[in-house]
């Protein structure tokens, strides 16, 4: 089993629509939680943090629920420039060591 | 505003060459990782440094060395390429290693070893 586990998509989706993506990770111990965006052949660059209590960014929403070890992302009123994919990325973290397990991403098409 | 930045862009080697890869940072980062990326699969952490003069293996360290003999500087050798290692590589640096802070990823090296 993967450390991190996503749903390699592709999402696609009109423009303005609300599209929701789940992660699980497997590693109860886990402390930090994050999701990354990366574009095409591009560099992954983070997105936010995943915080216990829920976080909001703009259009973007991230929840964490430790019971069940997954991580949400919601994206509202969709852009086409929403178009990317999605990496959720846990630190297992020993030593003072940022160990990042970066799941495999999800795909993201915003259409017209 | 530099950030990371990787060397070079691209290559293609044949099976047995041997090649490194540059990735200096800018922003006095103590930590510094390479990561390699395989279609469907997440980013795989091959080595990483936690300070200057310091490496230690990441999960995918095999047929890999490293060195890190200035802190801006983390180098990534391969010694005798071989198909397996055609990926695409990132080279990421943070600030500290607590996980709160974020790494910063260079545009990457598309590899491909015939």
């Known amino acids: 089993r993967k450390e991190v586990e996503q749903d390699p998509g592709p999402f696609n989706v009109p423009e303005g629509a609300t599209v929701a993506f789940n992660c699980t990770y497997s590693?109860?111990?886990?402390?930090?939680f994050f999701w990354y965006r990366q574009d095409c052949r591009k560099e992954p660059k983070l997105l936010m943090s995943?915080?216990?209590s829920g976080n909001e960014d703009g259009r973007f929403t991230a929840q964490l629920n430790r019971a069940s070890q997954y991580i949400s992302l919601l994206i509202r009123d969709s852009k086409l420039s929403d178009s990317a994919t999605y990496l959720c990325v846990v630190n297992k973290g020993s030593g003072g060591y940022n160990k990042l397990i970066f799941g495999a991403g999800t795909r993201l098409a915003v259409h017209p | 505003n530099a950030g990371v930045t990787q060397t070079p862009k691209f290559r293609v080697l044949k099976t047995g060459q041997s090649m490194t890869l540059l990735c200096a940072q800018d922003?006095?980062?103590?930590?510094m990782y390479w990561y390699r990326q395989d279609p469907g699969m997440g980013l795989r952490l091959i080595h990483y440094?936690?300070?200057?003069?310091?490496?230690a293996k990441g999960e995918v360290p095999d047929g890999y060395n490293v060195s890190r003999l200035k802190k801006q500087n983390f180098l990534l050798g391969l010694e005798s390429a071989a198909p397996s290692q055609t990926s695409v590589y990132f080279c990421?640096?943070?600030?500290?290693?607590?996980?709160?802070?974020?790494?910063?990823f260079g545009d990457g090296t598309r590899l491909s070893i015939l």
């Open positions: 440094s936690v300070g200057e003069g310091t490496t």
């Open positions: 995943v915080y216990s």
């Open positions: 590693n109860s111990a886990s402390q930090s």
């Open positions: 990421a640096s943070s600030y500290v290693g607590t996980g709160e802070q974020p790494q910063h």
């Open positions: 922003m006095n980062h103590e930590y």
